[in-house]
């Protein structure tokens, strides 16, 4: 099992992205993070947090008045706080293996994840800016999230972009539908309502669960239509 490649950059909705690392980091995959300056933005705007982009670690998305609860849906103890999921967690705290969190500043290109030669299961851009979104459609590579994108289009890796505006114009479609064209998986911030959603929790758990579908990472986020079991082999 290789490592995960996790980007949050500047469209709203960094909620998805400190969840995702969340079950990621709490069902014991290693990963490596990267985060625009835009992101910080609405990070610090949506979820109250500030964050040092040239020393990012856990702890700065981590409450201080933390305490320890049940996450069933993860299967591991939690850590609660003003996290922006009401009384739910940043980071968990799994009672056996826990993954390992490892930070790449936006502009380092000598981080591993600029190389193809650097394995990795996949790639999560969550969520995905439409600036983004279109740097990668058009190749630019002009930061290590573009770049990381277009090495795991170009190796034929998976590469998941959670991208979230509306309405969406025809150049954003296009975009979407080049990135569609050259292998990646173009999962909208988008949650169903067919699992009876009555918490935030439950909404952003949805959109987290099919990202982790899509990674092939076994979750129990959100009951599945047909009563399968989330965790059960398919
Ligand atoms: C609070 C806030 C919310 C934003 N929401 C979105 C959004 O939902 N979608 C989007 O594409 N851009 C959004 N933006 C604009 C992007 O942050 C901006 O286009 C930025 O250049 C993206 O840079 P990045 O792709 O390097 O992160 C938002 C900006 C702020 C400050």
């Known amino acids: 099992?290789?490592?995960?490649?996790?980007?949050?950059?500047?469209?709203?909705?960094?909620?998805?992205?400190?969840?995702l690392l969340d079950a990621l980091l709490s069902l014991g995959r290693n990963v490596h993070l990267t985060v625009s300056p835009a992101a910080c933005q609405v990070i610090k705007h949506e979820l109250g947090l500030s964050i040092d982009l040239a020393s990012l670690d856990e702890s700065d998305l981590l409450p201080p008045d933390a305490d320890l609860v049940h996450d069933s849906r993860l299967g591991v103890r939690r850590?609660?706080?003003?996290?922006?999921?009401?009384?739910?967690?940043?980071?968990?705290?799994?009672?056996?293996?826990?993954g390992r969190l490892t930070y790449h500043h936006y502009m380092d290109f000598s981080?591993?994840?600029?190389?193809?030669?650097?394995?990795?299961?996949g790639m999560v851009i969550c969520p995905c800016s439409m600036g983004t979104l279109a740097s990668i459609a058009h190749?630019?590579?002009?930061?290590?999230?573009?770049r990381a994108a277009d090495v795991h289009l170009k190796e034929r890796r998976k590469l998941i972009v959670v991208p979230?505006?509306?309405p969406l114009g025809s150049i954003q479609?296009?975009?979407?539908?080049?990135?569609?064209?050259?292998g990646a998986v173009v999962l909208p911030a988008m949650p169903g309502f067919y699992h009876n959603p009555t918490s935030i929790q439950d909404l952003v758990d949805f959109v987290v669960g099919r990202i982790c579908d899509q990674l092939g990472v076994r979750h129990a986020l959100f009951k599945r239509w047909g009563g399968q079991n989330a965790t059960e082999d398919a």
């Not at 099992?1 to 969840?19: E, K, N, P, Q, W």
């Not at 190749?139 to 573009?146: A, C, D």
């Open 164 to 166: 979230r505006e509306t």
């Open 1 to 19: 099992m290789s490592d995960l490649v996790v980007a949050i950059t500047g469209a709203s909705g960094s909620i998805y992205a400190v969840r």
């Open 111 to 121: 981080a591993g994840i600029a190389s193809g030669s650097f394995l990795t299961d």
């Open 173 to 182: 479609l296009d975009n979407m539908k080049r990135l569609t064209d050259a």
């Open 139 to 146: 190749g630019q590579s002009s930061n290590l999230i573009q």
């Open 79 to 98: 850590v609660s706080g003003s996290s922006g999921l009401g009384n739910s967690s940043v980071f968990s705290e799994s009672e056996s293996s826990r």
